[in-house]
């Protein structure tokens, strides 16, 4: 268990009130510990001095699924087992209720709130997550006054469940906030430094066509459509290539699944068209570098046929960085399963398709 006190020290006089964060590896433990570090400062109140706040983090995945119910997840973590007043675990698993996507379930029996780092989306994602924060502190201990100021908490609708409270992400385009939140834990950025051997594969074979005189002229006289729908093609191949050889889509087994494939799948096409766009430009920077160290103007011009400027450079590096592309499609192949999901996905997310392949594995 990975812990670090934070706020007044325990020997402080008055009322102390302690919140544990609990949180999945990835984004929601870097969120928990900058939350956890200013919430005590936030929640300090001049008309209650006496009260001090204090926070702790650990880092540990607890939700099997992220369609568990509230009341088995209060079961598997049991807060009222922990030394602190509040436990508040912060997941990077989307929750939904129906279509409806969830940001929060407070209980304020159990002193427990579970917050879906996903569902807030994927921008402002650490003011927004400490909003639902404050709102759930708030509700655990029944005080409007902890609430945090201005428009904000008016934006998650809340409803009364059996359980507690339970939070919605704001309405309008709630499924694109939820679509970007779940890309966002999926950190596509990733995918560059994630598939080294895809890397090497497509700058090697962009050097390669780099010291081809057809390419060159290729790359003169194909034009910016041409040029343009080469490029999507490349992208188009290194996805789909890295989906199918690598089994990232999912299949739903029930009709009731299809839902939750299609968000998921969704999900993990943009994730990778990120990545692979992210990708292309990489390419595209040292092929660009490569071409002008390698290729002075006075080789090209005699094929060409005309004076070289750095336009000409840009042309053929463009060329070159689609042609490397679908190399890296081919190198993905060299990847292990493993390798390419880890370059994908998200702890939790990883966790979640190991899990949900297990028992078909083991049968």
Request: aromatic residues 6%; contains cysteine.
């Amino acid at each position: 268990m990975n812990e670090h006190l934070r706020g007044g020290p325990s020997g402080a006089a008055g009322e102390q009130v302690s919140v544990l964060f609990i949180a999945d590896p990835g984004t929601p433990a870097a969120l928990a510990e900058r939350i956890a570090e200013s919430l005590p400062q936030r929640l300090r109140s001049p008309d209650r001095p006496e009260r001090r706040w204090t926070t702790c983090v650990r880092s540990k995945p607890y939700l099997p699924d992220e369609q568990a119910d509230f009341a088995d997840v209060i079961d598997a973590i049991d807060p009222p087992s922990e030394a602190e007043d509040i436990v508040v675990y912060l997941t990077d698993l989307p929750r939904r209720e129906d279509t409806l996507p969830v940001v929060a379930d407070v209980s304020a029996d159990h002193k427990f709130a579970l917050i879906s780092v996903a569902g807030v989306g994927g921008l402002r994602i650490e003011r927004r997550v400490r909003t639902v924060t404050e709102l759930a502190i708030a509700g655990v201990l029944g005080e409007p006054d902890l609430m945090p100021p201005g428009s904000a908490a008016r934006l998650f609708r809340s409803a009364q469940t059996e359980d507690g409270i339970r939070y919605f992400a704001p309405s309008g385009l709630r499924r694109l906030r939820l679509l970007s939140g779940m890309v966002r834990a999926n950190r596509p950025w990733r995918l560059v430094t994630g598939l080294s051997k895809v890397l090497v594969g497509a700058f090697a074979t962009g050097a390669i066509a780099l010291a081809t005189d057809t390419i060159w002229l290729f790359a003169d006289t194909m034009g910016p459509w041409r040029m343009s729908a080469a490029t999507v093609l490349s992208i188009v191949a290194m996805i789909l290539w890295l989906i199918l050889d690598h089994e990232l889509w999912e299949r739903p087994k029930l009709p009731a699944e299809r839902d939750r494939s299609v968000l998921y799948n969704t999900a993990t096409v943009v994730t990778l068209v990120i990545g692979v766009v992210v990708l292309y430009v990489a390419l595209f920077g040292l092929l660009l570098f490569t071409a002008c160290l390698a290729l002075p103007p006075e080789l090209l011009s005699p094929i060409l046929g005309h004076a070289v400027n750095f336009f000409d450079y840009l042309t053929l590096t463009w060329l070159l960085a689609s042609i490397a592309t679908i190399g890296g499609a081919l190198g993905s192949g060299l990847e292990d399963d493993a390798a390419v999901k880890e370059a994908a996905y998200g702890v939790r997310q990883r966790q979640r398709i190991e899990e949900t392949r297990s028992p078909s594995n083991e049968a």
